[in-house]
C-alpha cells in the first residue's frame, strides 16, 4: 500500500525538521509500498528557506502554498501520485510502525464502505499554565476520538488518512470559508459520511502533537473563537446536524439570575437576586467536586479556568448565530453519531437533575434565612 503523506505548514521549520526527521525514519522502516512526504508551505524569508532545507534533507517534496490551511492541503491532494493519503499537521512526530497500523486498518475487517481512517493523537512537552487548563475542556476531545469510537462521522485533519478517489469525489476541502483554518476538517471529513463511506479507527497509529502550538492565551482564544464561529458555517452546509439539545448550564444560569434580578427590581426585594448567585456559586463547587472524583485533583484556578475557555467557545457560537439573525445556538447542537447521543443523553439527565436539586437546595435556604431575619 503507497502513502501520499500531504503536510501543510507556515513559520514552523524547527517543527517541521522534527516531523520530517520522524516521517523519514517511519519510511525507511516501512517495507509494504512507497511513501511521498509532501511540505505544503506558506513562509517567507529565512523560515521558508529552512523548511527547504529540511525537505531535502529528509528527501520530501517541497510545494509553495496559499496562505491558507484549506488551500494547501487541496493542493497536496492533486499533487499526490498515491491512493492513500495521510495528512499529518507540521508540529507532531510520528511513532514508528504508524504506517503498518493504517495498512491493518484498510485491510476493512468489519467489511463496510471504507473510505478513510483515523489515528491516535497524543500531546506531549511541558504541561503549562495554559495546557492544565485546556485539557479539561471538550477542544482537545477529537484528538483522542481513535481511541473513544471504531468508527467516526467527522475527524480532526491531523493524523488522518482517506483515499485519493474519494476525496476527489466529493470535492476535497471547502476553500470559502471564513479564517485561514478550522473548521474545513469537520466539514470534509463529514462529507465523505454523507457520501455513504465509513471512517474507521486506528487506535494504533500515533502521532506525538506538540503543546507548543496551544500553550498561551492567544493560541487557546484564537481557536475558541474559530471553532465556536465555524460551528454557523458548518451547520448551514449541513442543517441535518443541527439538534434540538438542553441549553448549556450557563445558559439557563444567565436566564435564571436574570429572572430574578428582575424579580428583586420589582419587588425591591434582594432576596431574589441572593437565590439566583448563590445557586450558581452552589453550582460551580458541585462541578468542581464532580470533575475531581472523575479526572482526579486540580487546582480550582485550573479549573475553572477551563470553564472559562470552554464558554468562550460557546459565547463565539452564540454570537456567531446572532449574527446570521439565528437564536439556534441557544437550544440547538450538533449532534454527529449515534455515540455521542448514547453516552450524551444520561450526562444532560444528569446535569438537568443537578441545577433543579440545587436549586430547590438554595431556595429552600434563602427563604429559611429570611423567615427568620423577618
Known amino acids: 500500500m503507497n502513502f501520499s503523506i500531504v503536510t501543510p505548514t507556515w513559520n514552523r521549520s524547527e517543527l517541521v525538521d522534527a516531523l520530517l526527521k520522524s516521517l523519514f525514519d517511519e519510511r525507511q522502516r516501512y517495507s509494504q509500498g512507497e511513501v511521498e512526504?509532501?511540505?505544503?508551505?506558506?513562509?517567507?524569508?529565512?523560515?521558508?528557506?529552512?523548511?527547504?532545507?529540511?525537505?531535502?534533507?529528509?528527501?520530501?517534496?517541497?510545494i509553495?502554498?496559499?496562505?491558507?490551511?484549506?488551500?494547501?492541503?487541496?493542493?497536496?491532494?492533486?499533487?499526490?501520485?498515491?491512493?492513500?493519503?495521510?495528512?499529518?499537521?507540521?508540529?507532531?512526530?510520528?511513532?514508528?510502525?504508524?504506517?503498518?497500523e493504517y495498512v491493518e486498518a484498510y485491510k476493512n475487517p468489519y467489511n463496510v464502505k471504507l473510505g478513510g481512517?483515523?489515528?491516535?493523537?497524543?500531546?506531549?512537552?511541558?504541561?503549562?499554565?495554559?495546557?492544565?487548563?485546556?485539557?479539561?475542556?471538550?477542544?482537545?476531545?477529537?484528538?483522542?476520538?481513535?481511541?473513544?469510537?471504531?468508527?467516526?462521522?467527522?475527524?480532526?485533519?491531523?493524523?488522518?488518512?482517506?483515499k485519493k478517489s474519494v476525496l476527489e469525489e466529493i470535492g476535497m476541502f471547502e476553500e470559502n470559508f471564513p479564517f485561514k483554518l478550522g473548521g474545513d476538517d469537520l466539514d470534509m471529513t463529514y462529507r465523505v459520511t454523507k457520501a455513504g463511506y465509513m471512517i474507521?479507527?486506528?487506535?494504533?497509529?500515533?502521532?506525538?502533537?506538540?503543546?507548543?502550538?496551544?500553550?498561551?492565551y492567544k493560541?487557546?482564544?484564537?481557536?475558541?473563537?474559530?471553532?465556536?464561529?465555524?460551528?454557523?458555517?458548518?451547520?448551514?452546509?449541513?442543517?441535518?446536524?443541527?439538534?434540538?439539545?438542553?441549553?448549556?448550564?450557563y445558559l439557563i444560569e444567565m436566564f435564571v439570575l436574570l429572572a430574578l434580578s428582575v424579580l428583586s427590581i420589582i419587588t425591591q426585594n434582594w432576596i431574589p437576586f441572593f437565590i439566583g448567585t448563590t445557586w450558581i456559586v452552589l453550582n460551580w463547587i458541585i462541578d468542581y467536586v464532580i470533575d475531581?472524583?472523575?479526572?482526579?485533583?486540580?487546582?480550582?484556578?485550573?479549573?475553572?479556568?477551563?470553564?472559562?475557555?470552554?464558554?468562550?467557545?460557546?459565547?463565539y457560537r452564540v454570537i456567531g448565530s446572532f449574527k446570521k439573525k439565528s437564536i439556534g445556538a441557544l437550544y440547538k447542537g450538533i449532534i454527529f453519531n449515534r455515540f455521542q447521543i448514547k453516552y450524551g443523553m444520561a450526562g444532560e439527565a444528569f446535569r438537568i437533575k443537578k441545577l433543579i436539586w440545587s436549586f430547590l437546595i438554595v431556595f429552600s435556604s434563602w427563604m429559611i434565612v429570611y423567615r427568620v431575619m423577618k
Not at 502554498?65 to 492513500?84: E, F, L
Not at 479507527?201 to 507548543?212: E, G, I, L, M, Q
Not at 482526579?296 to 477551563?306: E, L, R
Request: charge should be positive; include cysteine.
Open 292 to 315: 475531581i472524583k472523575k479526572s482526579g485533583f486540580c487546582s480550582p484556578i485550573y479549573f475553572y479556568g477551563a470553564q472559562l475557555i470552554q464558554m468562550q467557545y460557546e459565547i
Open 219 to 249: 493560541a487557546v482564544h484564537d481557536r475558541a473563537k474559530r471553532w465556536g464561529t465555524m460551528e454557523n458555517f458548518i451547520v448551514e452546509r449541513h442543517p441535518e446536524l443541527y439538534k434540538r439539545v438542553i441549553p448549556k448550564n
Open 117 to 162: 481512517v483515523l489515528g491516535y493523537t497524543e500531546f506531549t512537552g511541558k504541561r503549562t499554565f495554559w495546557w492544565k487548563m485546556l485539557e479539561r475542556t471538550s477542544l482537545v476531545n477529537s484528538f483522542s476520538f481513535a481511541r473513544d469510537y471504531p468508527f467516526h462521522s467527522w475527524t480532526i485533519g491531523n493524523n488522518v488518512s482517506f
Open 37 to 62: 512526504v509532501l511540505i505544503v508551505d506558506s513562509s517567507t524569508g529565512e523560515e521558508r528557506d529552512n523548511i527547504i532545507a529540511s525537505c531535502q534533507k529528509y528527501e520530501a517534496q517541497y
Open 200 to 216: 474507521s479507527s486506528a487506535p494504533n497509529a500515533v502521532t506525538y502533537h506538540s503543546r507548543k502550538t496551544w500553550n498561551n
Open 64 to 100: 509553495a502554498g496559499d496562505d491558507s490551511v484549506r488551500k494547501k492541503r487541496n493542493k497536496g491532494i492533486k499533487s499526490a501520485k498515491y491512493d492513500h493519503i495521510l495528512f499529518i499537521d507540521s508540529d507532531v512526530t510520528v511513532e514508528m510502525g504508524i504506517l503498518d
